[in-house]
C-alpha cells in the first residue's frame, strides 16, 4: 500500500478530492495549511507528491475526525532498527476510546518517517496522551532500553507533530 501526501489551499485540494471521488482521499486542515493524503495500492494522481510507503496499518480512513502526524527524520542506518521498533509495538493505541486509524509511513526519498494516528475528535488524541496505553507505548523512552538513547543516534533531527482536522 502506498500514501502520498499533496498541499495546497483548502478549496484546490477539496476539487481535486472531489474529482477523484472514487479514491481513498482525506482532506485535512488546520489553522495554517491544508494536505490531502491518498491511500492506493497504484499510482497518485497528484503531479508532485511526498511519497511513502505503508509498513503498518490499523484501521479504515474516514472524512471525518482529528489528524496527528509525528514526523520523525531517521538516519539511514536507523531505518531497520525504527522500522523493527514500530513493527513490533504493543498495538494498545487501537483499543483506546476514539481511535480510528493508525499508519507507518516510510519514506520513498526523504528520511522523514511519519506516524499518522486519525481520532474521532481531538478530545479522545488528548485522552490517549493521558492513557496507561500511551505509558505503556512509551515506557522506555528516555532510558538505555529506550530507542531515542541508541548510539549511535539514529535520528537525525529532532520530531516535530502536525495536527489537523478531518471534515468533508
Known amino acids: 500500500m502506498n500514501l502520498y501526501i499533496t498541499s495546497g489551499t483548502a478549496d484546490f485540494l477539496l476539487k481535486l478530492k472531489e474529482k477523484h471521488a ?20 497504484g499510482k497518485t494522481v497528484y503531479s508532485a507528491p511526498r511519497k511513502y510507503e505503508v509498513i503498518d496499518s490499523a484501521g479504515t480512513f474516514r472524512n471525518e475526525g482529528f489528524a496527528v502526524l509525528n514526523n520523525i527524520p531517521v538516519t539511514d542506518e536507523g ?30 526519498s526523504s528520511n522523514t518517517y511519519i506516524i499518522l494516528t486519525i481520532w474521532e475528535n481531538e478530545s479522545a488524541f488528548l485522552n490517549w496522551q493521558n492513557s496507561k496505553a500511551y505509558d505503556h507505548a512509551h515506557k522506555k523512552r528516555g532510558t ?9 543516534n539514529i535520528f537525525e533531527s529532532a520530531s516535530y507533530v502536525s495536527k489537523y482536522y478531518i471534515s468533508e
Open 144 to 152: 538505555e532500553a529506550g530507542i531515542d538513547q541508541t548510539r549511535p
Open 79 to 108: 531505518r531497520p532498527l525504527f522500522e523493527d521498533r514500530f513493527l513490533n509495538r504493543p498495538r494498545m493505541i487501537e483499543s483506546e476510546p476514539g481511535f480510528i486509524a493508525i499508519r507507518v509511513l516510510r519514506p520513498v
Open 22 to 41: 472514487g479514491e481513498t482521499m482525506v482532506l485535512m486542515n488546520n489553522n495554517e495549511s491544508s494536505i490531502l493524503v491518498h491511500e492506493t495500492n
